[in-house]
């Protein structure tokens, strides 16, 4: 989690706070949070298992608590470090935003900057062990729901939707490889790599289907008050209306002052769309078929 501003935001923020007061704070606030909010991502992945699951009315909600309490928790121990470790010009202006390394670095000297790169390294396989895992199940529950390919909806002998991680690392490999082409006003050529752009489209996303989410529970509740609710909804509805309102702030503050990256991100869910409808249109229209021969 970075503890500084981005080097654009270092500029911006004095400008829009003298110029808007509290709008410009709540601006650059909703701006900052793109960083922050995609190191925290991940905590819901445990959903995506819970049909296999022994207990999941018990074991999925706590889960999902201690996992993202125990992350909060070492982030803002990160954080204090960074602040008794460094002073605050130093963090400002760090190289590349690297705060962690500079940190390090001044406790370890140069060994700090090998320290900080096996921590990464192993700190990346842990993370791509639970998205790579969770995230095949996604796709096996959409085939499960006729809308992916079924082959994706199958268990091989080992009980893992193997076909499923097999399309998903193809996929991953495409778009790591994908590169970016980008011509400034001087004419100057730079090349970039798709995948760090993704990044950036997801936060925008993401926060869009967590809405979502969790104004599914209002409506279920209107809808189907009869039916059985092994979660309770914490605070109901007071804090669920708090994150949909805090999370609908941040996406129209990142739709205004982040449009090239968040406008993408809302560009490829309504790309969605149409695949979803013509998807299912031709799922019931196999399943009618089949039926009736």
């Known amino acids: 989690m970075k503890c500084a501003l981005p080097s654009f935001l270092k500029t911006l923020v004095p400008t829009i706070t003298a110029a808007s007061g509290a709008f410009g704070l709540l601006v650059a606030y909703g701006v900052a949070q793109v ?26 909600a706590l889960s999902m608590a201690f996992g993202t309490i125990i ?20 963090i400002q202006t760090a190289a590349d ?5 500079a940190a390090l670095n001044a406790i370890f000297g140069p060994t700090g900057a090998m320290i900080m790169a096996v921590a990464i390294i192993i ?32 268990l091989n002998k080992k009980g893992v ?13 495409i778009l790591i490889l994908l590169r970016t082409r980008r011509v400034d006003a001087a004419g100057a ?29 209002f409506v279920l509740r209107v809808k189907r008050p009869e039916a059985e609710r092994p ?21 129209l503050v ?19 769309v149409p695949v979803y409808l013509l998807w299912s249109w031709w799922s019931r229209r196999t399943a009618s078929t089949s039926s009736t021969q």
């Open 254 to 272: 990142l739709l205004l002052y982040q449009t090239q990256t968040a406008g993408k991100g809302l560009e490829i869910v309504l790309l969605g």
């Open 231 to 251: 979660y309770r909804a914490f605070g109901y509805p007071f804090i669920p209306s708090l994150y949909v309102l805090a999370a609908v702030t941040i996406m």
């Open 189 to 217: 050529v730079t090349y970039g790599n798709l995948y760090c752009d993704l990044l950036n489209y997801v936060v925008f996303a993401a926060l869009l289907f967590y809405v979502l989410t969790i104004i599914g529970i």
């Open 123 to 154: 700190s990346t396989f842990g993370c791509n062990n639970g998205l790579i895992l969770a995230g095949a199940r996604v796709t096996y529950a959409m085939a499960r729901d006729s809308l992916f390919f079924q082959a994706t909806g199958k």
């Open 97 to 101: 935003d690297r705060v962690a390394s």
């Open 35 to 60: 960083g922050s909010l995609f190191s925290a991502d991940g905590w819901n992945n445990i959903g995506f298992t819970a049909a296999e699951v022994k207990n999941p009315k018990r074991d999925v």
């Open 161 to 173: 939707p193997g076909t499923a991680l097999i399309y998903q690392g193809v996929w991953i490999a």
């Open 71 to 90: 992350v909060i928790t070492l982030y803002c121990l990160a954080n204090l470090a960074y602040l008794f470790t460094l002073p605050l010009v130093q």
